[in-house]
């Protein structure tokens, strides 16, 4: 039932920023643990960040500790992830997911239920 629809990607130049937005519809979302995830072309799908339902903690890749910030306001039924101090290497689709009511965070693709279309971020050095 959960639907997932990102935006906020774009190109921006290294050291720069954005924000991502995932609007869900659906009203599991605010009990549902979140999550954000990447694919760059000819890789596999990595974890970035994660948020339990509750919205207590946070959980981040080491390749993004530092830089990265998920959150989510349940009021507005969206999840974000602010990224600063953006790298090449973080150029990918990114994709919000949601594991389901009341399931606990994980950095695992195969735990997640809902996913959204993607959308590109694309740094540039």
């Known amino acids: 039932q959960v639907q997932l629809v990102e935006s906020g990607g774009g190109l921006v130049q290294a050291g720069g920023s954005l924000r991502l937005s995932c609007a869900a519809s659906?009203?599991?979302?605010?009990?549902?643990?979140l999550g954000w995830f990447r694919q760059a072309p000819g890789k596999e799908r990595e974890f970035v960040a994660a948020l339990t339902w509750s919205g207590s903690n946070t959980y981040y890749a080491d390749s993004v500790k530092g830089r990265f910030t998920i959150s989510r306001d349940n009021a507005k039924n969206t999840v974000y992830l602010q990224m600063n101090s953006l790298k090449p290497g973080d150029t990918a689709v990114y994709y919000c997911?949601?594991?389901?009511?009341?399931?606990?965070?994980?950095?695992?693709?195969?735990?997640?239920?809902?996913w959204g279309q993607g959308t590109q971020v694309t740094i540039s050095s």
């Open positions: 997911a949601a594991r389901g009511i009341y399931a606990s965070s994980s950095t695992y693709p195969s735990d997640y239920r809902y």
């Open positions: 659906g009203r599991t979302f605010s009990k549902s643990a």
